[in-house]
């Protein structure tokens, strides 16, 4: 089969790295059409007419069947207004549906291209890539830093939806069987130090293999966000307007909190130059020691020059 004629952009990376951020920054440009997360165990059944079974599903050419067809309407801006009708529980749910519908309709009037935000499409980048003809962003957060985040939101992950996808442990993890396996279910720092080491591991494959693939640090994009934008902007054939510029500051300025509420951990306003750190007075020395001790021979590839305290 043939690739996607339709070309998209995927923004994705981890949870907990700044997608959202990057996202809805590139998304400034009024070419793009923002669709948050099709991959998202929970996402709303009008985007993506297919259930996603785990998260951090894969898919690839072998299992590519159950999806292609799904994102295809969703790159061509089809909406599954009965399917979203019947899942329809509460007045946020309809509010949200309008919105999907309002931004489904505007793209489709607009000729917009879709961005997909989705730290679940990670592993898929290949396919992203070579079957949907999506150019791809990959955001990346110190393994201390996004520790810390998870750490602090009490967010832990269960591996078996890993470990139950026979294709994603036969192409990307099996070599870390064994430590999914014996990781204990409360242990949130060991559980991020190991996905981030895995996530970012077949990242680098992944970059080996599509040197199209841009990887973005978050430290950098927060330590000068205009000049970080405007450069991926470039690299990614996007309109670098003020109209952009003024959103970026908005969202980055130091009038912003410099720690977001745990009631509002998706939003983009924050002051992000002051959250760089907050990882050091969150983590014990022996956290951080055990972090660097479980990612540092995935994390010299990216930070070469960061110091651990």
């Not at 996607?4 to 920054?25: D, I, N, P, Q, Y």
């Not at 299992?63 to 790159?75: C, I, R, T, V, W």
């Not at 000729?111 to 079957?131: E, G, I, M, T, Y």
């Not at 693939?213 to 978050?218: A, P, S």
Request: with cysteine.
């Amino acid at each position: 089969m043939m690739k996607s004629k339709v070309e998209s952009f995927l923004v994705t990376g981890a949870h907990r790295t700044g997608t959202t951020w990057v996202g809805r920054m590139l998304a400034a440009d009024p070419q793009l059409a923002y669709i948050s997360e099709p991959l998202n165990v929970f996402h709303h059944p009008g985007i993506l007419g297919s259930p996603i079974p785990f998260w951090y599903t894969y898919i690839c050419n072998e299992n590519e069947s159950e999806f292609l067809p799904a994102f295809q309407q969703l790159l061509n801006y089809g909406y599954h207004f009965l399917p979203a009708l019947k899942s329809l529980r509460s007045g946020r749910d309809f509010l949200r549906m309008g919105r999907d519908l309002m931004i489904f309709w505007q793209a489709g009037v607009l000729h917009q291209h879709p961005l997909l935000k989705d730290p679940f499409a990670v592993f898929s980048l290949n396919w992203f890539a070579n079957r949907l003809n999506s150019r791809i962003v990959v955001t990346i957060r110190h393994p201390a830093a996004f520790a810390s985040s998870l750490k602090r939101l009490n967010w832990s992950f269960d591996f078996n939806d890993l470990l139950t996808q026979p294709l994603l442990m036969h192409d990307h993890l099996e070599s870390y069987r064994k430590e999914m396996q014996s990781m204990p279910s409360e242990d949130v720092i060991g559980q991020a130090s190991l996905l981030w080491k895995m996530i970012y591991h077949t990242v680098r494959s992944a970059c080996n293999q599509n040197p199209a693939i841009r990887v973005v640090r978050h430290e950098d994009l927060s330590l000068d966000p205009v000049a970080g934008y405007k450069r991926l902007y470039g690299e990614l054939g996007l309109n670098f307007t003020q109209d952009v510029e003024r959103k970026i500051t908005d969202s980055s300025s130091s009038e912003n909190p410099a720690e977001l509420t745990q009631k509002k951990v998706h939003s983009v306003k924050l002051d992000s130059r002051a959250n760089l750190e907050n990882w050091k007075r969150r983590l014990s020395s022996a956290e951080i020691q055990r972090i660097r001790r479980a990612t540092e021979e995935v994390t010299y590839h990216y930070y070469p020059e960061v110091e651990w305290n």
